[in-house]
């Protein structure tokens, strides 16, 4: 049997003081007060309120920045002959080691969709590599589902340990913590936590009952290739767009989309410099697709949205055997039109029933 | 060493070519001693300042910004500069509310053979600059949030549209549907407790549509886009406001839409409904009286008062009833006569200049760049040809900082001044609550203090006051130089 922890309510700062030493980075839920507060990930400080609510911004963060410095360059003279001129390139500084702490499951699923294409395609991302290497995720189970979310249609559950280092489940008192990598296992070992062996059935007890809670599932098994047939039904797309505004939220509050885009700032090759930046790109911008002759192939819409939900639900499953989709719903929840993906793909089951 | 290092500022002024640039260069040939600190950017006219121009360089970190033109009546294109002053005085009143003090920026008209007065202009402005001292940096503010006071009067009584002629309203659509493309409205989105927009093409569709105070996107907000198609469009009061200005601005013709209205009663404020709802799998019902709305969600019973739970803006919303319509039933509740300050707005009044900046430091820290803001805003009719997303003129770069993310909200800010209805989509739309309502609301403020109580969308023929100008300016007076 895994390593099992526990620690009481009281405890967590203190757990999170231990996980913060050695300057390691421990990303915390913060509540944003506002008339509509919002839950982001924060590096933890001793003192700090953090929050174990679902966050409103995933973690992504911890592995692919909204904005990132690949190098910065700038050129420079030989002081001795200032004609010749030479180029200097700076690397990033390595990434920190990270924790997590109180991600989602559907969260912690996301960093095992990125981690596909990031790190066993042909070529492994050496920024995000370093980034995954270094990262420690520590998953809060869910006590329940919620209006907008659906993790259990899309292969996951309110405690899937995909992705996730450690699973912690609250049940009365405190939170057992239940190691699921050797990672996981280490960061426990380190800890000065009591055993929580006796306590972890209540915690099965706890997982067993989120599951129960749930709304019963469609199957959406053959969503992907229901999806790939209405391709071209454009018809069918703009009749499911007709209300998205094209914005990015869905894609930069998503935990599996990673789109980037690489942008050179600053004052180019002179002496000041620049800087080479990776940032979030979105397939809901224009931007995304417009080529340089000014010719746009996605230049509606429905065809933005037709390459996210086919993405999600039928290429990415094509190429690596699951859906991209890990059902947070907040593609669903920070949609300024409460655009339904659930709804399109649902839609597109039942059109190609009918066929 | 530079001599002067550590005792200079950073003063940018924009200078016409035309006249002050001259001036500029007759107090050079005249000798006129004047300060050092001003870095002159020649531009062909002042009627081609950006604001944006101003605030980048407030924000990026410049002490003061001066600008000069050739005195109204003087312009070499006419009336260039009668267009920049209105720009320019707008933009003044705009500055205090991200906490820059606008006595940082000034703007005044140097003919090119006033080298006398350029001297003394500059003089002047660059003393004033000293005594303010550096300039605060946004990148420096240490993160103030602070929330704004929901508890509102309305200026009228808030309900939920109980007695609305829902039935008649369908009927009327029915009938003149297949002469239209579409009628947009709203229907029942995932749950009885959220709408969304709705698109009624065939008759069935028509049943689909509801109405009530979960009716908060603003329809407008997809007429641009059916440019050349007969369309329908049922509006509250403040979504007619953006017809009426996308009318004002030519951006939609006004035989190509056909308005359907009710009165309406108030929407409710669904960032705090959902945070009162909290975490909830379904909702078991929800039942509407003339004071609000009860809605059972897990089994759990939650009230929202109309008078507790509107949205910010329909408070002090004077347009129950829409302002232009072709299908008008019912009647709208009287408006009694009174201003109410928006919440957002009266709490950045109450700060100082140091914690407003402090303040959107803090605020935009979360802002992931998604343009929810932009692209719900139905005065932003771009769409995917924004500035912001530009390369050349390469007005933002890629870099997540506040500082960047302030910057948009500027650009979309000043893009509307004279035009912003005050729908409040940008805020509504924003996943992680920034209260950017309240710059344009600030903006709002200013442009009906300069013309007259001018509010935009209220009158199809009325042309926006950023796109003219008058000769004498009632509200926009020179100042004095000495």
């Not at chain 1, 702490?101 to 492994?124: K, S, T």
């Not at chain 1, 991302?125 to 420690?136: G, I, M, V």
Request: glycine share 8%; aromatic share 8%; proline share 7%.
């Amino acid at each position: 049997m895994s390593m099992i922890r526990f620690v009481t309510a009281d405890g967590l700062p203190g757990f999170l003081a231990h996980l913060a030493k050695d300057g390691q980075r421990v990303l915390v839920p913060v509540e944003k007060p506002a008339n509509k507060p919002s839950v982001v990930f924060e590096p933890w400080q001793e003192g700090k309120a953090f929050t174990l609510a679902k966050a409103t911004v995933p973690p992504k963060e911890a592995v692919l920045p909204q904005c990132e410095t690949l190098f910065s360059f700038k050129k420079a003279k030989d002081p001795a002959d200032p004609a010749r001129v030479s180029l200097q390139l700076e690397e990033a500084p390595p990434p920190p080691p990270t924790v997590v702490f109180a991600c989602r499951p559907c969260d912690a699923r996301g960093f095992a969709v990125l981690d596909r294409p990031y790190l066993h395609g042909p070529f492994a991302d050496p920024c995000y590599k370093a980034r995954r290497e270094a990262l420690t995720v520590i998953t809060l189970t869910c006590a329940s589902g919620c209006n907008t979310c659906f993790c259990h249609w899309v292969g996951g559950g309110p405690s899937s340990p995909e992705g996730s280092d450690v699973l912690m489940t609250a049940i009365e008192g405190g939170y057992v913590l239940q190691a699921i990598t050797p990672r996981g296992e280490a960061c426990l070992a380190a800890s000065a936590l009591p055993d929580g062996a006796e306590v972890f059935p209540r915690a099965e007890e706890a997982r067993k009952a989120a599951w129960q809670s749930l709304e019963p599932a469609p199957d959406l098994k053959d969503a992907p290739q229901r999806l790939a047939a209405l391709f071209t039904d454009t018809t069918f797309w703009q009749e499911q767009t007709d209300r998205c505004l094209s914005c990015g939220a869905c894609t930069y509050f998503c935990p599996t989309c990673y789109c980037f885009n690489i942008t050179d700032e600053g004052e180019g090759l002179s002496e000041k410099g620049g800087r080479r930046l990776r940032s979030w790109d979105n397939c809901m911008s224009s931007l995304f697709t417009r080529e340089a002759s000014g010719h746009n192939p996605r230049n509606a819409k429905a065809l933005r949205m037709r390459n996210r939900v086919s993405h999600k639900f039928a290429t990415y499953p094509e190429n690596w055997g699951s859906f991209s989709c890990n059902g947070c719903g907040r593609c669903i929840s920070n949609c300024p039109v409460c655009l339904d993906i659930r709804a399109i793909v649902l839609a597109a089951l039942e059109k190609g029933a009918d066929a | 060493m530079p001599v002067l290092e550590g005792k200079e500022l950073r003063i940018v002024g924009f200078l016409c070519n035309w006249c002050s640039y001259g001036g500029a260069d007759t107090a050079g040939v005249a000798r006129a001693g004047q300060p050092t600190d001003l870095r002159i950017i020649r531009v062909p006219c002042s009627g081609r300042i950006d604001p944006l121009f101003i605030v980048k360089a407030l924000l990026g970190g410049a002490d003061g910004v001066l600008v000069s033109g050739c005195h109204p009546r003087d312009c070499h294109y006419a009336a260039g500069n009668f267009y920049a002053r209105r720009r320019l005085e707008v933009l003044k009143q705009f500055l205090p509310v991200l906490g820059i003090d606008e006595r940082r920026f000034e703007y005044t008209w140097v003919s090119a053979s006033e080298g006398q007065r350029w001297q003394q202009v500059v003089t002047v402005f660059t003393e004033r600059i000293h005594q303010l001292g550096r300039a605060p940096r946004f990148d420096d503010a240490e993160p103030l949030l602070k929330l704004a006071d929901m508890a509102l009067t309305s200026l009228r009584p808030l309900g939920t549209g109980q007695t609305a002629a829902l039935d008649e309203l369908k009927d009327a659509i029915r009938a003149k549907l297949p002469e239209l493309d579409c009628v947009i409205g709203w229907q029942q989105g995932y749950d009885a407790a959220h709408t969304v927009p709705l698109f009624i093409r065939k008759p069935e569709d028509v049943d689909k549509l509801v109405w009530g105070p979960f009716n908060v996107n603003n329809p407008a907000v997809y007429l641009p886009s059916f440019k050349g198609k007969k369309v329908g469009i049922v509006v509250k009061g403040c979504d007619s406001r953006s017809v009426v200005e996308l009318l004002q601005e030519n951006l939609i013709r006004r035989e190509d839409v056909t308005i359907f209205a009710l009165p309406c009663e108030g929407t409710l404020d669904m960032a705090r409904v959902n945070e009162k709802l909290g975490r909830y799998q379904r909702i078991d019902s929800v039942s509407l009286d003339e004071a609000g709305a009860t809605i059972v969600a897990d089994g759990t019973e939650h009230r929202f008062c109309m008078t507790e739970y509107a949205q910010g803006k329909c408070y002090g919303c004077t347009t129950p009833a829409a302002v232009l319509a072709d299908t008008r039933l019912g009647t709208p509740t009287p408006v009694q006569p009174g201003t109410v300050v928006p919440p957002e707005l009266a709490l950045l009044d109450s700060m100082s200049l140091e914690e407003r900046m402090a303040f959107w430091r803090g605020q935009m820290e979360r802002c992931l760049r998604c343009y929810a803001c932009r692209n719900a805003c139905p005065m932003c009719v771009c769409r995917d040809f924004c500035i912001s997303d530009s390369r050349n003129p390469h007005w933002m770069s890629q870099e997540d900082s506040p500082r960047e993310k302030l910057f948009f909200q500027t650009i979309h800010a000043m893009h509307l001044a004279g035009r912003c209805t005050g729908c409040g989509e940008c805020q509504r739309a924003c996943p992680v609550g920034i209260p950017i309502l309240a710059l344009r609301q600030q903006i709002a403020r200013a442009v009906a203090q300069l013309f007259d109580g001018y509010r935009p969308g209220l009158d199809p023929a009325a042309v926006p006051p950023l796109l003219g100008y008058e000769v004498e300016e009632k509200n926009i007076h020179e100042r004095d130089w000495k």
